[in-house]
């Protein structure tokens, strides 16, 4: 008897309607066009204006599911990668499992930053694996405009709304999530970091008046962890798994700089156009980037094919999935 596999079946997106472009940013912060795209390779992001992260999310596997054609009962388990959830609590999880009707679904979040998803993917892959799940929603989705001050030009011009979701199932044919090198060092919470909010710094109006409930970040000392754990871990897996260059088909890699990717890339030995790129108009949607990406590439994907996701996030948070593309769309 074959090992059961926790194969990807399908997958959909979210974006917000309202774009915000680098010359939209130019008129309320210090900043230009050439200034962004030079140093991130960002052009334009989008932005929710109204809603939550939940109604993001919940748009998302609507619509995967009548694309599909599954009914919400069907669905087993719910796994939300958010680090803006709607609430403390209740879960965001359980609140799309109630916006969409997936009432027989269990869920919870998963916090991770920007690895999210892959942390989520792997975490979703073993309930598949065991034998006891059949249809898992494993979900990235981030409102990172609600935590970003966009008095700092060193954050808001980099993030954006969005959300993206996969549906796993059981897979026979030795294809899906074949393997994944995850990593984390609690060292790095201070370069990257929302301060306030949570128990170590509950809400008070100094709080507030301080702007600590926003997004901080030291670019430089993240960018340098972020270049180099990323393209680590990524070359890591290929060895682990016994992968060329030639073998891999595609990279997913987190999209928070378009330097970061491409280094990478090139410590993977892979050419530009095996690399899946949308920075230039999501901006860092955080935990939607890697199923955005996959949304976004999903036609030219074809059964068989080696895909390498690879992420690092605040936390430091870290890690690549290899994973073998399931179907044919």
Same mark, same amino acid.
């Given at each position: 008897m074959s090992k059961v596999t926790a194969a990807i079946t399908g997958v959909q997106g979210y974006l917000p309607e309202t774009i915000l472009t680098n010359h939209d940013l130019a008129k309320f912060v210090d900043t230009s066009d050439e200034w962004i795209l030079?140093?991130?390779g960002i052009s334009e992001r989008r932005i929710m204006k109204d809603g939550a992260s939940s109604d993001m999310a919940a748009e998302a596997v609507k619509g995967l599911l009548a694309k599909k054609g599954i009914d919400p009962l069907e669905i087993d388990l719910v796994i939300v990668a958010t680090v803006? @959830? #709607?609430? @403390?609590f209740p879960?965001?999880?359980n609140i799309v499992c109630d916006k969409v009707g997936m009432t027989?679904?269990?869920g919870y979040d998963l916090i991770a930053a920007c690895s999210g998803f892959i942390y989520a993917l792997q975490t979703g892959a073993k309930f598949i694996e065991s034998g006891t799940h059949k249809k898992v929603l494993v979900i990235g989705v981030d409102k990172m405009s609600s935590i970003i001050d966009y008095q700092d030009r060193t954050t808001c011009v980099i993030f954006g709304d969005g959300a993206g979701v996969v549906l796993l199932e059981p897979n026979n =044919?030795?294809?899906g999530v074949m393997d994944a090198i995850l990593r984390s060092d609690?060292?790095?919470r201070k370069y990257l970091i929302q301060p306030a909010g949570g128990s170590a710094n509950p809400a008070t109006i100094e709080t507030v008046e301080n702007r600590d409930h926003y997004v901080k970040q030291e670019g430089k000392t993240v960018f340098k962890f972020a270049v180099t754990n990323m393209a680590e871990v990524s070359a890591e897996i290929m060895e682990k798994n016994n992968l060329t260059s030639e073998d891999v088909d595609w990279l997913v890699p987190h999209q928070a700089n378009l330097r970061i990717i491409d280094a990478t890339a090139e410590r993977m030995g892979l050419s530009k156009d095996k690399v899946m790129i949308n920075i230039q108009k999501y901006g860092n949607t955080?935990?939607?980037t890697l199923p955005l990406c996959l949304w #976004?590439? =999903?036609?030219q994907l074809k059964k068989g094919d080696n895909i390498i996701l690879s992420a690092f996030g605040g936390g430091f948070t870290w890690g690549a999935v290899y994973l073998k593309w399931a179907y044919n769309s």
């Amino acid at each position: 008897m074959s090992k059961v596999t926790a194969a990807i079946t399908g997958v959909q997106g979210y974006l917000p309607e309202t774009i915000l472009t680098n010359h939209d940013l130019a008129k309320f912060v210090d900043t230009s066009d050439e200034w962004i795209l030079t140093r991130t390779g960002i052009s334009e992001r989008r932005i929710m204006k109204d809603g939550a992260s939940s109604d993001m999310a919940a748009e998302a596997v609507k619509g995967l599911l009548a694309k599909k054609g599954i009914d919400p009962l069907e669905i087993d388990l719910v796994i939300v990668a958010t680090v803006t @959830p #709607d609430h @403390p609590f209740p879960s965001t999880a359980n609140i799309v499992c109630d916006k969409v009707g997936m009432t027989n679904a269990w869920g919870y979040d998963l916090i991770a930053a920007c690895s999210g998803f892959i942390y989520a993917l792997q975490t979703g892959a073993k309930f598949i694996e065991s034998g006891t799940h059949k249809k898992v929603l494993v979900i990235g989705v981030d409102k990172m405009s609600s935590i970003i001050d966009y008095q700092d030009r060193t954050t808001c011009v980099i993030f954006g709304d969005g959300a993206g979701v996969v549906l796993l199932e059981p897979n026979n =044919e030795n294809l899906g999530v074949m393997d994944a090198i995850l990593r984390s060092d609690g060292s790095g919470r201070k370069y990257l970091i929302q301060p306030a909010g949570g128990s170590a710094n509950p809400a008070t109006i100094e709080t507030v008046e301080n702007r600590d409930h926003y997004v901080k970040q030291e670019g430089k000392t993240v960018f340098k962890f972020a270049v180099t754990n990323m393209a680590e871990v990524s070359a890591e897996i290929m060895e682990k798994n016994n992968l060329t260059s030639e073998d891999v088909d595609w990279l997913v890699p987190h999209q928070a700089n378009l330097r970061i990717i491409d280094a990478t890339a090139e410590r993977m030995g892979l050419s530009k156009d095996k690399v899946m790129i949308n920075i230039q108009k999501y901006g860092n949607t955080t935990a939607g980037t890697l199923p955005l990406c996959l949304w #976004d590439w =999903e036609k030219q994907l074809k059964k068989g094919d080696n895909i390498i996701l690879s992420a690092f996030g605040g936390g430091f948070t870290w890690g690549a999935v290899y994973l073998k593309w399931a179907y044919n769309s």
